[in-house]
């Protein structure tokens, strides 16, 4: 499914209204007809119901009229009020109104002191709110109407559903300003957009449903870059094991980690590597710690490299050995617990500059081209870049505040500009590609926000590189749904080795879903 931008459902909304010659009353209706069985469905039946209907001037407006029809044909009694300027109402929002009042339903307009105290008295007393305030036209500040507004309804503590995206929250950004609607559910027509889920506008979201309102097929595809990695996209992902398979087919992976206190991010990346399927799993890691891994990984292989002082690797020996240990890999993770000194730093950008093999680079081996992305293109071929928001604001050197509300149009314009495959890891996970495809996941959980679940990802991926062209989509994929089934079993609890084990587990279930589908 493609995740929209505003600007690119406007045009799709244009485009079916003037090239297909859909009606957008026929499009007003499917979606008010949606929102109506929404609110039927979160309250269990709406007969004899108080549903409370918020409108703006706008077709979200009149979407909200739409479907108060519905409740009201249903036997829920509605209470409508409007908000916003009487002289720039759509078209098809008056259309709705005066449908309504031939019906006999009232509607208030929001101006006197007493339309806000019957709006009060309304909230009490109602079973359910409808936001069709302002949908994905908004950006800025709210208007001080509608923030009263907003700030009313979320106190009342009400079961909201908004129409396509909870009021106060940009489409584009997730961006929210003093306020935003706390919905229970929220219905996105056409096409889910990039703020349903990027926070702090996806916390305000609640349960998610999309629904395509009649749209034709074509325009909900056409030139829209953002894809959301859904189990339909994940079936494409990671192609049957042949029969004839064998250790060295399935991948030989060497994962350069781990460092003095940190011997458990290098565990945690060489174990998921094998977990996904991978078949030889080398580590190479500071030789006064390999005895650690001897014991700790039974089916890891390890070999030492040279210290520059104990428990950190750096200098010319080590990044021969590096080297030599790549050319019989088909990929090379670094970065997980690797230390950040001068001599470690100095080492990666050698071996990145000089190995021909693909790489992926997790954490501290991504810190040596802080302010230096630049040096990234000179790389032989793709990088995969795995950095978490602060990681990914010290290498394009954009402060997280500034960074979080452009995090799409940054990690494309990253991606692109400095020729890598980068892997954005917060609420959500965005891949963006050199081609300028951005692909977003909301697989995953906030008890995923523990030590070393990140070290699982990078392991995850490089263990897939052999097995499918897809590895990073394919690794945030089955880790998102390893967090999942984790987080069903030990809620706050998780750890990463929870998430490690059952990826597994999320592989046997896209197989599952192959099945079921095929």
């Not at 359910?128 to 208007?143: E, N």
């Amino acid at each position: 499914m493609k995740v929209a931008l505003a600007k690119q459902m406007h045009e799709i909304d244009r485009s079916a209204v003037e090239e297909y010659g859909l009606p957008e009353l026929s499009l007003m209706e499917s979606a008010g007809h949606r929102v109506f069985e929404a609110v039927k469905n979160v309250l269990g039946g709406v007969g004899k119901k108080s549903i409370c209907i918020l409108a703006g001037s706008g077709n979200n407006g009149g979407d909200a009229l739409t479907a108060a029809r519905y409740l009201s044909n249903a036997g829920a009694r509605v209470k409508i009020f409007l908000l916003g300027d009487k002289d720039h109402r759509t078209q098809s929002l008056n259309v709705q109104m005066r449908i309504l009042r031939g019906m006999g339903v009232e509607l208030q307009q929001l101006e006197s002191d007493r339309a806000w105290e019957r709006l009060q008295v309304t909230l009490r007393f109602s079973d359910a709110v409808v936001d069709g305030l302002l949908g994905m036209g908004f950006s800025g500040q709210l208007r001080p109407g509608a923030l009263r507004l907003i700030r009313l309804v979320n106190a009342a503590k009400k079961i909201t559903v908004a129409i396509d995206i909870p009021s106060g929250v940009e489409a584009d950004t997730g961006a929210v300003g003093e306020a935003a609607m706390q919905a229970n559910c929220t219905v996105a027509l056409g096409l889910p957009k990039v703020g349903h889920y990027i926070c702090p506008g996806a916390s305000y979201v609640g349960k998610l449903l999309v629904d395509n309102i009649g749209l034709p097929a074509e325009l909900l595809n056409d030139e829209i870059h953002q894809t959301l990695v859904d189990e339909e996209l994940a079936l494409t992902f990671l192609p049957e094991r042949p029969k004839d398979s064998h250790k060295g087919t399935c991948g030989k992976i060497l994962i350069v980690a781990g460092s003095r206190g940190m011997t458990g991010a290098a565990s945690l990346a060489a174990m998921s590597a094998m977990k996904v399927g991978a078949g030889l799993v080398t580590l190479a890691t500071p030789e006064s710690l390999n005895p650690i891994y001897e014991m700790k990984l039974t089916e890891v292989i390890t070999t030492p490299l040279d210290e520059v002082k104990q428990g950190i690797i750096g200098g010319d020996k080590a990044s021969e050995k590096i080297l030599d240990l790549a050319e019989k890999a088909d990929a090379i993770l670094m970065g997980c617990g690797l230390g950040r000194e001068r001599e470690t730093q100095a080492l990666v950008r050698k071996i990145v500059a000089e190995v021909d093999k693909p790489l992926i680079l997790d954490a501290d081996a991504i810190y040596p081209f802080n302010g230096k992305a630049d040096e990234l293109k000179a790389c032989k071929q793709i990088p995969i870049l795995t950095p978490h928001l602060g990681e990914l604001s010290a290498l394009l050197d954009i402060p997280v505040e500034k960074l979080r509300p452009a995090l799409v149009p940054e990690v494309r314009r990253a991606a692109q500009e400095y020729r890598a495959i980068i892997v954005a890891k917060c609420e959500v996970t965005i891949v963006g590609y050199p081609n300028g495809e951005i692909f977003i996941s909301p697989l995953g959980n906030s008890a995923m926000a523990s030590g070393g679940c990140g070290d699982v990802l990078a392991g995850a991926i490089a263990g897939l590189m052999k097995q499918t062209p897809f590895a990073p989509l394919t690794g945030v994929w089955l880790h998102g749904t390893a967090g999942n089934f984790a987080a069903q079993e030990n809620a706050e609890g998780l750890i990463a080795s929870d998430v490690m084990n059952h990826l597994p587990a999320a592989i046997k279930k896209l197989r599952v879903i192959g099945y079921q589908n095929s």
